[in-house]
Nanobody
């Protein structure tokens, strides 16, 4: 089992920044990939960014150049730095981890006002 706890969401004006954190605990040693997804009202959950065990990253086209995913292995934590936020970034953001199974955090709300 892997437990994921997100933090760092909130309300910000367009153009502002937020940093999300996801702390992993439990059976973390076989985690091969961690990522951030988001789900806006009435829309499907979508991948925002992911980072693999070899530090390879990938991003949704809509966030490239604005968001950065990183991790601190010593703290078992993955971060999502979000800059130049736009109203369309408003969503619940979920942390995700893959080992032999897929795990999800509880989600954190990000609201960007225009």
């Amino acid at each position: 089992q892997v437990q994921l706890v997100e933090s760092g969401g909130g309300l910000v004006q367009a153009g502002g920044s937020l940093r999300l954190s996801c702390a992993a605990s439990g059976n973390i040693f076989r985690i091969s990939r961690m990522g951030w997804y988001r789900q806006a009202p009435g829309k499907q959950r979508e991948l925002v960014a992911a980072i693999r065990s070899g530090s390879t990253t990938n991003y949704a086209d809509s966030v490239k150049g604005r968001f950065t995913i990183s991790r601190d292995n010593a703290k078992n934590t993955v971060y999502l730095q979000m800059n130049n936020l736009k109203p369309e970034d408003t969503a619940v953001y979920y942390c995700n981890a893959d080992n032999l199974m897929t795990y999800w955090g509880q989600g954190t709300q990000v609201t960007v006002s225009s």
